[in-house]
């Protein structure tokens, strides 16, 4: 018999707060002015608009931009989302945002994905080139050169998203991206208020962007029409409402920008593109997106076999049983956390397809050169860009 007891349990699940998905957790680095709560070059973690509120990151003038970007965010991701946020001085150029970011990004040990850069200087700039904010392209260099350091020194994959600062408002000033390498960035055009509004805003919605990736996986689209409109009512480029604007000219130069679809009510982005040339095998954001997950769980698996011990045959080459080992686990951990997660694609109609594939030389002196060499190959989805169909009658069944 048990002596008598009083037993409570404690209850979970009621703050809120949800899974992030680890694939796209967003960091802000934004203009912000410092108030009693709120300190710049500090960094925070918030999980809804609240707690940001908290902080002192309120909607008055001084922060108003940094207030907008988060509460879109999180109108368009949810609570619950992780965020993380860094204030800057107003008097720092874009180009030091970005410079900036590295602080930001160290602190997240890894966590986070994408870098959306907030720029409201304290005297907004008038100067433009080629339709946009003069020494833009060194901008986009700047960040996707911060990009790859993350990813191939710290195997950090990171993207930045980038306002269109000061876009013109005409198609044919921009230059855009048809000989550019900028395949970490992405580059938006659009806003949720009007350029002449109280607040004149020479930016973008990129808040809704990060969100709308922070809550997606990794292979879709975020202008996937099946996922629904964006919550925002309306999205002006310049002083024009997006629905009475030709955005082809900007989405053939490389710009995200928003869109409306025939039949369709609310607003979409046009498509998720990269900073780059068609030809890159990362112009999509998919694309990009998609190798760097793989690029990460491959490296912490190859990493399980850092100074281990091989059999080896004649010439110092490795046992095709070793190499097949690690070809398996390789596949296997891609298959588990992608492929079974609907993230790559697979071949229904071929037995044992993952849409991963592993190849480990076995023609290298390993005894010699102590390296251990392959190829790593996974299988991206394809995506509807163009339906064409034809429509007609019939008189059969």
């Known amino acids: 018999m048990a002596k008598p007891s009083v037993n409570i349990g404690f209850e979970n699940g009621n ?20 108030n009693g709560t709120f300190a710049l070059n500090t960094v925070y973690t918030v999980f ?20 907008k970007t988060i509460k879109e965010f999180y109108d368009e991701a949810g609570d619950g989302t992780e965020l993380w946020i860094y204030g800057v001085a107003k008097t720092r150029t874009l180009d030091q945002l970005v410079t900036d970011s590295e602080t930001l990004l160290a602190a997240s040990n890894r966590r986070i994905r994408f870098v959306i850069l907030k720029y409201a200087p304290s005297v907004a700039e008038t100067v433009i080139t080629a339709g946009i904010r003069t020494g833009f392209p060194a901008t986009l260099a700047a960040a996707q050169a911060m990009a790859e350091d993350f990813t191939n020194n710290k195997i950090h994959p ?19 991206f048809s000989a550019a390498t900028t395949n970490r ?19 973008a919605a990129v808040g809704i962007y990060g969100a709308r990736l922070a809550k997606n996986q990794v292979h879709v689209n975020a202008g996937r029409v099946k996922d629904g409109a964006l919550k925002p009512l309306e999205f002006f480029i310049v002083d024009t409402p997006v629905e009475q604007v030709n955005v082809d000219p900007l989405y053939d130069k490389g710009f995200n920008t928003f869109v409306t679809h ?10 998720d593109l990269m900073a780059c040339t068609v030809e890159d095998d990362y112009h999509y954001g998919p694309q990009r997106r998609v190798i760097d997950k793989a690029f990460v769980l491959a490296n912490a698996t190859l990493t399980n076999y850092t100074l281990d011990d091989f059999n080896l ?3 110092g080459k490795l046992s095709p049983i070793d190499a097949r080992t690690i070809e398996a686990e ?21 037995a044992n397809d993952t849409g991963v594939q592993a190849l480990v030389d076995t023609t290298n002196n390993v005894a010699t050169t102590g390296k251990i060499q392959g190829k790593i190959k996974v299988k991206p989805k394809g995506y509807g860009r163009y339906l064409e169909f034809t429509i007609g009658f019939t008189l059969n069944s």
């Open 262 to 271: 025939v039949g369709k009510s609310g607003y979409y982005f046009v498509d």
């Open 185 to 203: 960035v992405r580059v938006l055009i659009g806003d949720t208020e009007k350029r002449t509004g109280v607040t004149a805003s020479k930016g």
């Open 15 to 34: 703050l809120g707060v949800v899974a992030t998905n680890p694939d796209g957790i967003c960091g802000i680095v934004a203009s912000a002015v410092a």
């Open 330 to 350: 390789i596949e296997r951990v891609i298959a588990q956390e992608m492929s079974a997660k609907g993230e790559l694609s697979v071949d229904v109609t071929k």
């Open 48 to 67: 809804n608009l609240k707690e940001a509120e908290t902080l002192g990151i309120i909607g008055g003038i001084s922060n108003y931009e940094l207030h």
């Open 313 to 315: 045959l004649d010439g």
């Open 158 to 176: 990171v993207n930045f998203i980038i306002e269109g600062y000061n876009y013109s408002g005409v198609p044919g000033d921009l230059i855009g």
